[in-house]
């Protein structure tokens, strides 16, 4: 009675199957952690970007306003006002934030009645972090755009000239080399100039600052 011999694989296909097994199994290894390390450093990315690093919003605080010239003349016929005034504008722009923020260039504005009556600029720089930056600036009026204005002849006789100041920075904050976060921080201050005094009165300043 003939046996049927199974037939048998070489020992050499053997050992290289196993081989193949081995790197197989050393790749899928290699694999999975290289993913758990990103995956590690995406999560702690995450969680320093939500806490430590997370962007606040700048804080500006407008510390004084003060006159530093003022001459004003008035004609009857035909009316006629002249003016030159000068203001001192002291602001404050804190950074909360653990990183630098950079602005761009912009400027500090005289308004009367809405209208820019003069302007003064801001050139771009940087508050690095948790720090303040002090922006000392002189406001002068422009007092040809205040010729076609009649309402300033009749606030000048009543002895208080309403004008407001309008300053807006915007910069940005990299976060962790790898995000930019755009930051904007405006104020703007309200103010009666006691004409005959030469001072200013009833200042209400306003402040917005947004990411």
């Known amino acids: 009675m003939d046996v049927e011999k199974k037939d048998e694989q070489p ?7 196993d081989k193949h097994r081995r790197k197989r199994k050393r790749r899928r290894c290699i694999c999975l952690s290289v993913i758990a390390v990103i995956v590690l450093l995406a999560l702690i990315i995450l969680i320093l970007a939500l806490t430590v690093f997370k962007a606040k919003k700048p804080v500006t605080s407008v510390n004084s306003v003060a006159i530093s010239d003022f001459d004003v003349s008035v004609n009857l016929l035909p009316p006629r006002v002249s003016l030159n005034i000068s203001l001192d504008l002291d602001i404050s722009i804190k950074n909360p934030n653990k990183v630098g923020v ?19 600029p801001i050139p771009a720089g940087e508050i690095g972090s948790d720090d303040t930056k002090r922006l ?11 010729l076609t204005n009649f309402d300033v002849y009749s606030d000048v006789i009543s002895g208080s000239l309403p004008v407001s100041t ?4 915007s910069g940005k904050a990299r976060i962790l080399n790898m995000f930019n ?11 009666n100039i006691d004409i005959s005094n030469r001072r200013i009165s009833n200042q209400t300043c306003h402040y917005k600052n947004r990411l």
Do not use: M, P, Q
């Open 11 to 17: 020992l050499t296909t053997i050992i290289a199957d």
């Open 102 to 120: 950079k602005y761009r260039n912009s400027s500090a504005i005289l308004l009367y009645k809405d209208k820019d009556i003069g302007e003064v």
């Open 136 to 146: 000392n600036l002189t406001l002068t009026v422009f007092a040809d755009r205040l």
């Open 166 to 169: 309008y300053t807006k920075i």
């Open 181 to 191: 976060i755009h930051i904007t921080s405006v104020s703007s201050c309200d103010l």
